[in-house]
């Protein structure tokens, strides 16, 4: 891909006031080196919004990534981002007033680390009497490769009391530019179905979520019971997998689904396990739940 030129991201900030000066020099090496590629312009009363795409740093250093086991958004190719500037009510014809605060989000969706030591796989089985196991899908180099990947939101905020901050934070309000947020960071891995190495242990590894900021919580963990104090660990689903035929357990997998760990609310969530066998053939052993007649006789005693 060929070098683009244009401005900075930081040269939307306004250049009349202030805020054109308040992003240290560290700040503006770091992030003033990503230029606009493509922008678009809206006002409101409340904001001035900037909205586009950065062009990826690979492309303006002429960087060869092709071959690196992590692959960067921003590094790899173009970031989306929003700036929202602030504005300052004022009167009917009046002249506009330097704004106050700003807010420049960059999403980093997709960040690529090569899980060494696994391969790609799909579960199979599961149902019926085929029992529940993980098979390798990939043929080449490649087609096996697995990811762990993780995803959020770098936010650089500016004129308030604080200064100029720079935090990874959930994904914005599309609507509130300003909306409380906090470190968030989503990871899963890609495929998430992989064995160990050349062995059948496998594992499924399905949208974890982890929660670092004491002050805001994300909407699918809040609907859950959960306040803005909760602060843990968070996942869809994990699973690990026994090869098929193992002495005793045969094709057990044992797997945690909706998990949610973390403090106040300790531990929720399901737990599955499967023998990939009937439990009696295995270990000659039944499992019997039930009332007896004395218990059965009280309860009627209850209702009656």
Request: hydrophobic letters at 40%; aromatic letters at 8%; one cysteine or more.
């Amino acid at each position: 891909m060929s070098v683009r030129r244009g401005i900075s991201v930081l040269d939307l900030l306004p250049q009349t006031t202030a805020l054109a000066i308040q992003a240290p020099d560290a700040i503006v090496e770091r992030i003033g080196v990503l230029t606009v590629l493509d922008h678009r312009s809206t006002a409101s009363l409340d904001f001035f919004l900037h909205e586009g795409t950065l062009q990826a740093v690979a492309d303006a250093l002429d960087l060869d990534t092709t071959a690196w086991p992590v692959r960067i958004p921003g590094l790899t190719h173009g970031l989306p981002f929003r700036l929202a500037i602030q504005r300052v009510p004022q009167a009917a014809g009046a002249q506009e007033a330097a704004p106050l605060l700003w807010t420049l989000d960059i999403e980093v969706r997709y960040v690529e680390i090569l899980i060494p030591g696994v391969q790609a796989a799909r579960p199979v089985g599961g149902s019926g009497v085929t029992p529940l196991a993980l098979q390798a899908t990939g043929t080449t180099d490649a087609t096996k490769r697995v990811y762990l990947v993780g995803s959020g939101v770098l936010r650089v905020a500016g004129g308030g009391p604080t200064g100029t901050t720079v935090q990874l934070v959930d994904a914005p309000d599309p609507l509130d530019p300003l909306a409380p947020s906090g470190a968030v960071v989503r990871l899963t891995a890609r495929p998430p179905h992989f064995l160990f190495g050349g062995s059948q242990f496998g594992m499924t590894l399905d949208d974890f979520t982890l929660d670092f900021s004491p002050t805001f919580t994300p909407s699918d963990i809040a609907a859950r019971g959960h306040d803005e104090t909760w602060e843990g660990v968070s996942f869809k689903e994990t699973t690990f997998y026994f090869p098929p035929e193992t002495p005793l357990v045969h094709s057990l997998s044992v797997s945690t689904c909706d998990v949610i760990i973390g403090d106040p609310g300790g531990v929720q969530g399901e737990l599955r396990v499967e023998f990939g066998q009937d439990f009696n053939d295995v270990f000659n052993t039944r499992i019997v739940a039930g009332l007896s007649h004395l218990d059965f006789a009280k309860l009627c005693e209850k209702a009656g």
